[in-house]
């Protein structure tokens, strides 16, 4: 049994038969593999594509091992097209091949193929890989869990089944476990996967443990900003006396690259630029987090930071956060057609701390929604200035609710 995730499914649609390939990514484990091999297989197959039409290689299994070889790889494909018919071709965690995009894009080029590939790591999508597939390729990104999929398994109470996502994540394992204890090793195994084989091993760190220093100082300060000096300085102090900035720029780029965190800038609204020093870090998955800082600093303010933010990038916004004179806005986000600037806090009982929210959006009369979204659960969405109050529950279970209040 599997997440049927049809939001993922309908762009693979959207995409199928033009002569482009399709490059799925995301963190390990989001469920990548899954929406390849099961979700849009069983499509194929329902509209009428033949079982030995489509080639299916996964290259993270011990028995594909030696198709990590990119000749290997093109002749195990090639072997198996053995008519003019279309062929589809999904080949899961394609980094492991030095050289894929030839093989890829020859297969594109010299056989009637649709081809397809996943990846754990952002340097699938480089400038000079992008060259040489003639800019062939399209990024699908692929996230854990929204809670709008993870509510819509589970049901029940909104509350108890939002306090269950806060605490473990949305990794979609994770939804056909029950046992508490069974997640939290689950998700150790997944930090220590990520971490050591995905990032450490890859890029051949010889510091892991100021490797795994700068990871708990991210997962500590989700909603903070940082900097690589901020975070050497702090490590300095405890005692790593070796670190320098430049190796944290670098360490910085390997998480992101291995979708582990996101990155998001600091944009001055009013000099219309953005700003080169102190950046927020969202982590992809907050159950990876928990586990990391072994559940300390179950901080709802930020982790409700963390959510919003990955969702507003899941639904395709360009999300950076807001600097206004000198007050910060949580973020600043845009699409093609909108812009809206938000706000997230807890709860806006207390006088001051509503006040404290709305003041970021003074002298931002440019006409573009302002909103605060909140715990609170009450029926007022007005506030003063036109400013729009919004309940968590409401944004996360509505895509159109920006649009809409």
Known sequence: ??????????KLISQKDKDIVKVITGIRRCGKSVLLFNIYYDYLLSMGVKKENIIKINLETKRNEGLRDADALYNAVVEQIITDEKYY?????IQFVDGFEDIVNGLRVDYNCDVYITGSNSKLLSKDINTKMRGRSIEIKVYPLSFAEFYAYYGG???QCFNNYLMYGGLPYLVTEDDNKNKVEYLKMIC??????????RHGIRQGNLFEAVIEFLCSNIGSYVSANKIADTLKSNGYSKVTHDTI????????????????????????QYLKTLNKYYIAD????????????????????????????????????????????DFVARDDK????????YTLSDPDKKEQ???????????????VITMDDDPFVNLKNGYKKINVFDFLLNDNILEEV
Request: some cysteine; overall charge neutral; hydrophobic content about 35%.
């Open 1 to 10: 049994m599997y997440i049927n995730r049809q939001k993922y499914l309908d």
């Open 157 to 159: 109470d909104k509350r």
């Open 192 to 201: 220590d996967t990520v971490v050591g084989k995905d990032i450490i091993d």
């Open 338 to 345: 909108n812009l809206y600037y938000i706000q997230v806090a």
């Open 249 to 272: 720029g670098n360490y910085l780029d390997f998480v992101c690259d291995a979708y582990l965190f996101y990155k998001a800038q600091r944009y001055d609204i009013k000099g219309r």
């Open 357 to 371: 929210e709305v003041s970021s959006f003074y002298g931002l009369d440019d006409g573009y929604k302002k909103i």
């Open 89 to 93: 071709v999904l080949i899961d965690e």
């Open 286 to 329: 907050l159950g990876i987090r928990n586990s990391k800082l072994n559940y300390r600093q179950i901080e709802i303010t930020h982790s409700l930071e963390n959510i919003i933010y990955l969702d507003l990038i899941r639904r395709g916004y360009i999300v950076d956060i807001g600097k206004n004179n000198v007050k910060e806005i």
